[in-house]
């Protein structure tokens, strides 16, 4: 199994990007699928997941301002980033929960300059 996710860069406060996170070797459609970040020496936070049917949940400080989607037929999962913070800076990784193991991608930097 494998997670690519892509789409992260530089962008100015107020800025928008869209990043995206394609899975091969499994069936994606049939599991939630999520987005998580990091900053350096921080726990990872989730920042919102999608279930197999669409149903989303958002991190307080991203709601309204971010949406994840999906499209099961290219197995990948989508997080459109509007009205983008400093704050939003952060290493972004797409998960796939699982077991006995989750599965991630590598991470996409994104950072908001002010």
């Known amino acids: 199994v494998q997670l690519q996710a892509s789409g992260g860069g530089l962008v100015q406060a107020g800025g928008s990007l869209r990043l995206s996170c394609t899975a091969s070797?499994?069936?994606?459609?049939?599991?939630?699928m999520s987005w998580y970040r990091q900053v350096h020496g921080k726990e990872r936070d989730l920042v919102a997941t999608?279930?197999?049917?669409?149903?989303?949940n958002y991190a307080d400080s991203v709601k309204g301002r971010f949406t994840i989607s999906r499209d099961n037929a290219k197995s990948t999962v989508y997080l459109q980033m509007n009205s983008l913070k400093p704050e939003d800076t952060a290493v972004y990784y797409c998960?796939?929960?699982?077991?006995?193991?989750?599965?991630w991608g590598q991470g996409t930097q994104v950072t908001v300059s002010s």
């Open positions: 998960k796939i929960p699982s077991r006995p193991w989750d599965y």
């Open positions: 070797g499994i069936m994606s459609s049939l599991y939630y």
């Open positions: 999608i279930s197999s049917g669409g149903s989303t």
